[in-house]
């Protein structure tokens, strides 16, 4: 039998194997299947389980997700869908990364600072289509209403669980001012020469109505505040609301026992009237101005994960699939490889792909950075989310979903902002004894200023010791690199630079080497055979025989050689035992004769002869600067392909840019020697190193750093993976290989040098931002508390009221967060 359930909490693939592995323990079960985007579970089994037996699996796997039975009927499916929407993206982290890169299912405030947690934004563009006349029709994919005919329309997204946080804030926020601004008033009159509401009624009664109006701020729009004190007191994870709930809850007892039983305080707290001095105002206009900074900062964390929903923007939610010649649109997420789409003028391309009919202009400056629109035609490659500007063209989809650069550029931004930067270790160490020392210096406020302080002296310890309670903001310290890092990767994403990790973006501040490889990173990567040199053989045959081995790589050269066959008719056959040597070239056996092609390291490794009259005519080749690749026929060098690739003019303005930064750069490649000086003369390196094996690049990077050296490595192949392992900071280039890209920490999608030169100046102004973040956090903190402990006032005469330092301390986190977004306007 078969029961199909509904589970809440799930987010992920894990989540999803968790459930099926926690539910296939129990031997009624024979499979399990689980539905991510449903929530839904199908559960084949022998004999009948109870729901609460599933459940109490699940908790006794340490899974913390609820199964319940699922919804009957279309009222019911809808308001299930309605449920399933509200819930957002369901995965929040804390901005403050107190746990790392942690994240939970509920929004209930960290359990480490207490802040509101942030919703991490879906990393994926979900489609649902309704009926505009019966919104419970609800499905996946366009079409008629089944109930009246009309077209269904898409669903606009649901809002996220950050804007309704807001929205919460908002009318809270709008409360609190309502009742605190009467408080306040009330209470600054009392300090007039001649108090008007004197004149109306008594200050018993006024009293009595500050408090009156002060309870819905306290038990209402700012409780949560005392519920993160108290919980902060329980872990000992001290933060900025056990400062704010000890103090305004100070304040708020304090006027409590003032206003019921005044006779149990002293003289000195007792004004003419003999009326206790309440400080009610201070309790509702405090906590008023705290959920002005929450509500502050909430609207900036929006705007911090910008990047992530402007790139999300880009995927389109429909294109048009080509089925036996005939148009129909569909959902992007039904799109599968090998299907056949047609893209117009203006409409943007909805998966990864190959052009195979027409041709265009792409704008691609949405991922790369450029504004400048690439040409394309049949057998280009074009990516999801970049625009078709002026013909229409029909592509062959080959990465879908998850697969598409667009979608890897959104995991990885999202990922990348989440991590942490090694300079954040200062502020979280500080942070950790932070508030125990605020704590200690507000004790030592009171017993100082009741001891030693003017009359009334215990009412000025009060006051003081509340106010350094309340001035001081761990949480400035908390943001200020988080929030720096999240714009900062946000921002290079949005010029083609991705950042795998927080530590990447900071340690590319101290490269001071770059090392770089030739083809496909200085050079345009897309060379081009210009002849083929053969002593004995027919040159058709050899043709056919090297481009037979070349079409099993993935070299660039390779590619270019199978191309060069192809336009001369060259006819192909298999190589079953094909090899390529790393750094070497490729061998293998067609027709019972042995083939090789590659340098002269590979000849020397096969022991092949090599004529001297060969050895001229390539040693002249390759002063030319081309790079060339020796043909071996039975261990006999007989010819050559001379192949060239041009140097990218970005490459010369981008290595000239590096040199005039400090940063040394340096040239390691396969290539031959003569080759590798004709480039670096042209590019006026200083240093470069030729017929260079992975293992030698990798060799050459570590003695490099022995010497105390910060590298940075750049390259797109497959045999720079190792490399690009080994150095400090490891560039991929976006148009390299996957395995390239999977082993760096910085991938350049357009897979040019300037951008390397993006990366280094986006580094450096993101750390000077967040060191004018820490400055201006450690700056306020040491100014901040020992005045309102009331240093000032033996000299000046001057104290700070706790209302004037609760606008300090929310003005704190606030503009920490607006310093960290200046980020985004930088130029690159």
Not at 796 to 814: Q, Y
Request: proline residues 4%; contains cysteine; positive net charge.
């Amino acid at each position: 039998m078969k029961h199909t359930y509904y589970i809440s909490g799930m987010t992920c693939s894990g989540c999803k194997n968790n459930v099926e592995t926690a539910l296939t323990t129990l031997k009624e079960v024979k499979k399990v299947t689980v539905n991510l985007k449903t929530k839904e579970v199908i559960i084949d089994m022998t004999s009948h389980i109870t729901i609460e037996n599933l459940q109490q699996v699940l908790t006794n796997a340490g899974l913390h997700y609820t199964i319940e039975l699922p919804n009957v009927g279309k009222k019911d499916k809808k308001k299930h869908s309605n449920t399933s929407e509200k819930k957002g993206n369901g995965v929040f982290y804390c901005p403050m990364q107190c746990e790392g890169t942690k994240t939970y299912t509920k929004n209930v405030g960290c359990p480490v600072c207490g802040m509101d947690l942030i919703e991490q934004p879906k990393l994926s563009q979900e489609t649902t289509y309704t009926c505009p006349m019966h919104p419970e029709i609800i499905q996946n994919t366009p079409g008629l209403c089944p109930k009246c005919g009309m077209d269904l329309v898409l669903m606009e997204p649901s809002k996220s669980e950050e804007d309704k946080t807001y929205k919460e804030l908002v009318k809270k926020m709008k409360i609190s001012a309502l009742l605190a601004i009467p408080v306040f008033f009330i209470s600054m009159s009392s300090h007039l020469p001649k108090n008007p509401l004197l004149e109306i009624t008594s200050q018993y009664f006024w009293d009595w109505l500050q408090f009156i109006l002060t309870i819905p701020i306290v038990f209402y729009t700012c409780w949560m505040f005392f519920v993160r004190c108290w919980k902060s007191i329980v872990s000992w994870n001290l933060n900025m609301f056990t400062l704010v709930g000890i103090g305004t809850g100070a304040a708020f007892i304090f006027s409590i026992i003032g206003l019921f039983f005044p006779e149990v305080f002293p003289s000195e707290f007792k004004g003419m009237s003999g009326h206790v001095d309440i400080y009610f105002e201070a309790t509702a206009v405090i906590l008023t101005l705290v959920l002005l900074g929450q509500l502050l900062e909430a609207k900036a964390h929006s705007k911090t994960s910008g990047a992530i929903k402007e790139l999300l923007k880009l995927a389109p939610s429909e294109a048009t699939l080509v089925i036996n010649g005939v148009d129909k649109t569909v959902a992007i997420n039904t799109i599968k490889v090998n299907d056949l789409l047609r893209v117009k003028p203006g409409e943007k391309i909805p998966v990864d792909g190959i052009i195979v009919e027409g041709s265009s202009s792409i704008d691609e400056s949405m991922i790369t950075g450029e504004p400048i629109p690439v040409d394309k035609s049949v057998n280009d490659n074009v990516n999801s989310g970049t625009i078709n500007t002026t013909k229409s063209f029909v592509m062959k989809a080959q990465k879908v979903g998850s697969e598409t650069l667009l979608s890897q550029i959104v995991k990885m931004v999202s990922d990348a902002s989440r991590s942490r930067a090694p300079i954040q270790k200062l502020a979280d160490t500080i942070s950790k004894y932070f508030v125990p020392i605020v704590v200690v210096i507000s004790i030592i406020t009171f017993i100082v200023w009741a001891n030693f302080g003017p009359d009334p002296a215990l009412v000025y310890a009060f006051v003081n010791s509340v106010a350094v309670l309340i001035i001081a903001c761990p949480c400035a310290l908390g943001l200020a690199t988080p929030m720096s890092v999240m714009v900062g990767i946000g921002k290079g994403a949005q010029n083609g630079i991705l950042i795998k990790n927080a530590e990447a973006l900071e340690i590319m501040n101290k490269v001071n080497v770059l090392i770089t490889d030739k083809t496909g990173t200085i050079t345009e990567g897309r060379p081009s055979v210009e002849k083929i040199y053969i002593l004995d053989e027919k040159p058709e045959i050899v043709l056919g025989y090297i481009a037979s081995l070349n079409q099993y790589s993935e070299h660039p050269l390779a590619k270019a050689i199978v191309q060069y066959a192809h336009k001369k008719n060259a006819a192909l056959t298999k190589v079953p035992d094909f090899e390529a040597i790393s750094g070497m070239g490729v061998v293998g056996t067609i027709q019972q004769t042995k083939i090789a092609l590659g340098n002269l390291k590979l000849m020397e490794t096969i022991n092949a002869k090599i004529p001297s009259t060969l050895k001229k005519e390539i040693l002249s080749e390759q002063k030319l600067g081309k790079t060339v690749s020796y043909i071996a026929i039975n261990n006999i060098a007989l010819g050559y392909v001379s192949i060239s690739d041009a140097i990218k003019d970005s490459s010369k303005r981008a290595i000239h840019n590096l040199i005039k930064e400090g940063i040394e750069v340096i040239m390691l490649t396969g290539d031959n020697e003569n080759t590798a000086k004709a480039v670096a003369d042209e590019l006026k390196l200083s240093n470069y190193k030729a017929n260079c094996l992975p293992k030698d690049k990798l060799d050459y990077i570590k003695k490099l750093q022995e010497k105390g050296n910060i590298v940075a490595m750049a390259g797109d192949g497959i045999n720079d993976a190792p490399a690009l392992a080994q150095s400090n900071i490891g560039i991929a280039m976006g148009t390299g290989t996957d395995v390239a890209i999977e082993s760096a920490e910085i991938t350049l999608v357009k897979g040019d040098l300037e951008g390397i030169v993006k990366a280094n100046t986006l580094s450096k102004k993101t750390l000077k931002n967040i060191k004018q973040n820490l400055f201006f956090s450690f700056a306020y903190n040491i100014l901040g508390v020992p005045i309102a402990a009331g240093l000032l006032f033996p000299i000046f005469g001057v104290l700070l009221s706790p209302i004037i330092a609760a606008v300090a301390m929310s003005f704190s986190s606030v503009s920490v967060i607006t310093n960290a977004l200046r980020l985004r306007n930088v130029k690159i």
